[in-house]
C-alpha cells in the first residue's frame, strides 16, 4: 500500500515538472514525433492533450510531417470472389503496410485525400471526410437528391491554404435529356458550413472529362482537363479558384506526338495530376490496354505566367498498366505488364525504364491495376469534430469495430482462415509426435539390415527428423485486426505452402517405410 502511494507520488511530481515547461518549448519537441505517437500521449495529461488536440498544432504538425503513397483499391470481383474497397499505406522506407484500414468501408471508394484526411464516396446518401491516424469519420450530407445521378468522380477534396479550409467540391450533372454528360454548376461545401454553395460555369463543361482525366488541387484551385476541338490535344486546362470561385482557361503544352503521327497504338490518354505540389499534366500511348512508347509529363509554373515545363519523357521499353503512373519522392510507381507493382528511380528529365533496376513492391494480380488510384499520405492529427456544425462525427470504436454487418462476409473469411490456422497447428504437433516415434522405430528396426542398407535409411530418416525439427510454429493473424487483401492473399499462400510440406513430408516417410519393409521382406526370403 505503502508502495502504492509513492509511485503515485512520484507520478504526480514528475506530471506537475512537466507542466511547468513553457508550451512553445512542449510544442518544439511534439513537432518531432510522428502522429501515431502523439495520439499516445494525450493519456498522459490534460495539458498534452489539450496542446496535441488543438486544431492549429495539428495544421503545424503537417510542415513537420513525412509523406508517404496510399495505393487504394475498390471493392471488385474476380475470378467469381468479392474483394472489399482496401488501401495499403506505404512509408518512407516503401514497405506495404499489413493491416486494413476501419475506417474504409467494403463498398468505399476514395475520392480525395488531403492533410491525412481522406474524403470518401459512400453508396449511401452521404460523404465521409476520414483520419486514418484517429479513426476518426464525419458524415455529411451529399448534395444530389437522386442516388442515381451520383458517382464518385463528382466529388473532389481540397484544403485552402490562404483560409485554413477544407472544401469538398461537387460537379451538379444537369438533368436534362439533351445536356446529359455535362454539368452547368460546382456545388462546395466547406466543412463546418450549414450547407453546399452553387457556383455556375462559364459555360456547360463536360463530365467525360472529369471521370476519364482526373482532377488535381493545388493551393486552394482545381483542375481538370475540358474539350477544346481547336488545339492538338483537343483538351484545355480549366482552373476554379475555390476562394473566389473564379474559372480559367490554360492552352496546354506543345506536345510530342511521335507515336500518335506514325500511326502506333490504338489510342492516346490524358490525365491531370499533381507532382511535388505542382499541376501536371501527362500522355501516352496505349495498345491493347496497355501503354507503351513515352509517358510525357508537364508541370504548371503559375509564377510564371501560367508556364509549362516538361519534367519527364520516360520511354517505356516493355507495356504497362493502363492506370496513371504515380511520381512522389523522387520515383515513379507504375505496375508492369505482369502484374507486379514497382518503383523506378526517376534518372533525370529523359531516360528509359529498364526492367533489370526496378523494385517491386507488390503483387497486384489478381486485382490488376483496374480503378487503382494513388494518392500522396501522411498521418495527421487533424481533428473533425471541430467541423462537426451540419455534419455527424463517429469516433473509433475500440472493440468490435469490424462487426458490421456489411462487414459479415468478409469476417467470416478472416475468422475462417484464422480456424484453419489453428486446426494445422494442433495437427502439426499431434503428427510430428506420432512420426517421430515412427522415425525412431524405423531406425531401430534397421539395425539388423546390412550396412549399406541401414546406412541409407538411417541418412533419410534423419533428413525426415531434421524437416520436423524445423517445422514452423504456430502463425496466427492479430486478434481483431483485419490484413489487407496482400497480406490475406500471402495468408492464404502461406498455408497452401504449409499443407503441401506436411504432405511432401509424409510422402518421403511412407515411401521409407515402403522401402524398409521389402528389404526386411527380402532378408526374410
Given amino acids: 500500500m505503502a508502495y502504492k502511494r509513492t509511485t503515485r507520488r512520484r507520478a504526480g511530481k514528475e506530471e506537475s515538472i512537466i507542466n511547468c515547461l513553457p508550451t512553445e518549448l512542449i510544442e518544439h519537441v511534439f513537432f518531432s514525433l510522428p502522429a501515431s505517437c502523439l495520439l499516445q500521449c494525450t493519456s498522459v495529461c490534460k495539458k498534452w492533450r489539450k496542446i496535441i488536440r488543438d486544431s492549429q ?12 503513397m496510399l495505393l487504394f483499391s475498390p471493392q471488385g470481383s474476380v475470378s467469381g470472389k468479392l474483394y472489399p474497397s482496401d488501401a495499403i ?7 506495404p503496410s499489413k493491416l486494413a484500414v476501419p475506417v474504409i468501408g467494403p463498398d468505399d471508394r476514395i475520392c480525395g485525400s488531403c492533410n491525412g484526411l481522406l474524403c470518401l464516396h459512400t453508396p449511401t446518401s452521404t460523404i465521409k471526410i476520414a483520419n486514418l491516424a484517429t479513426g476518426e469519420c464525419l458524415h455529411l450530407k451529399k448534395p444530389t437528391k437522386s442516388l442515381k445521378d451520383d458517382h464518385l468522380s463528382f466529388y473532389r477534396f481540397g484544403f485552402h491554404p490562404a483560409t485554413k479550409e477544407y472544401m469538398v467540391i461537387h460537379f451538379s450533372q444537369e438533368s436534362s435529356p439533351l445536356t446529359v454528360g455535362r454539368f452547368n454548376v460546382i456545388q462546395v461545401y466547406t466543412l463546418g458550413d450549414e450547407k453546399w454553395k452553387d457556383v455556375a460555369t ?8 472529369v471521370k476519364n482525366s482526373g482532377v488535381a488541387i493545388v493551393d486552394g484551385t482545381m483542375y481538370w482537363l ?3 476541338k481547336g488545339s492538338d490535344w483537343q483538351h484545355v486546362v480549366m482552373s476554379f479558384h475555390i476562394g473566389e470561385q473564379s474559372f480559367a482557361h490554360i492552352q496546354l503544352p506543345a506536345v510530342d506526338l511521335e507515336d500518335w503521327a506514325l500511326g502506333i497504338g490504338d489510342d492516346r490518354h490524358y490525365w491531370i495530376t499533381e507532382i511535388d505540389g505542382k499541376v501536371c499534366v501527362s500522355t501516352a500511348q496505349s495498345w491493347e490496354g496497355m501503354l507503351f512508347g513515352k509517358l510525357q509529363m508537364w508541370t504548371l509554373n503559375e509564377q510564371v505566367g501560367q508556364c509549362w515545363s516538361q519534367e519527364y519523357i520516360i ?5 504497362f498498366a493502363l492506370g496513371l503512373p504515380f511520381v512522389n519522392g523522387g520515383k515513379i510507381v507504375i505496375q508492369h505488364c505482369d502484374g507486379n507493382l514497382c518503383s523506378y528511380e526517376l534518372l533525370g528529365k529523359n531516360f528509359e525504364i529498364e ?13 490488376g491495376e483496374d480503378g487503382m488510384q494513388f494518392y500522396v499520405f501522411v498521418k495527421s492529427l487533424v481533428p473533425l469534430d471541430v467541423y462537426a456544425k451540419a455534419a455527424i462525427v463517429h469516433r473509433p470504436k475500440r472493440l468490435g469495430e469490424w462487426r458490421l454487418k456489411k462487414w459479415k462476409a468478409w469476417e467470416q473469411e478472416r475468422v475462417t482462415q484464422e480456424v484453419a490456422w489453428r486446426r494445422i497447428h494442433q495437427k502439426e504437433h499431434e503428427w510430428m509426435a506420432h512420426r517421430r516415434a515412427a522415425v525412431m ?3 531401430e528396426t534397421s539395425q539388423g539390415l546390412p550396412d549399406g542398407i541401414q546406412a541409407q535409411i538411417s541418412m533419410e530418416m534423419d533428413r525426415i527428423l531434421q524437416h520436423l525439427q524445423d517445422c514452423p510454429d504456430q502463425h496466427r493473424s492479430p486478434a481483431q485486426q483485419r490484413l489487407n487483401w496482400v497480406e490475406m492473399m500471402q495468408e492464404r499462400k502461406k498455408l497452401s505452402a504449409r499443407l503441401e510440406r506436411h504432405k511432401v513430408m509424409e510422402d518421403s516417410l511412407d515411401r521409407a517405410i515402403s522401402c524398409l519393409s521389402q528389404w526386411q521382406t527380402s532378408l526374410t526370403a
Fill in 57 to 68: 498544432f495539428a495544421l503545424a504538425h503537417l510542415q513537420h510531417a513525412s509523406s508517404c
Fill in 89 to 95: 499505406v506505404f512509408d518512407e522506407a516503401w514497405s
Fill in 202 to 209: 462559364p459555360e456547360p463543361l463536360s463530365l467525360n472529362c
Fill in 226 to 228: 475540358a474539350e477544346d
Fill in 315 to 319: 520511354n517505356l521499353l516493355s507495356p
Fill in 355 to 367: 526492367l533489370t533496376k526496378m523494385v517491386k513492391l507488390l503483387d497486384l494480380s489478381p486485382r
Fill in 441 to 443: 522405430e524405423i531406425k
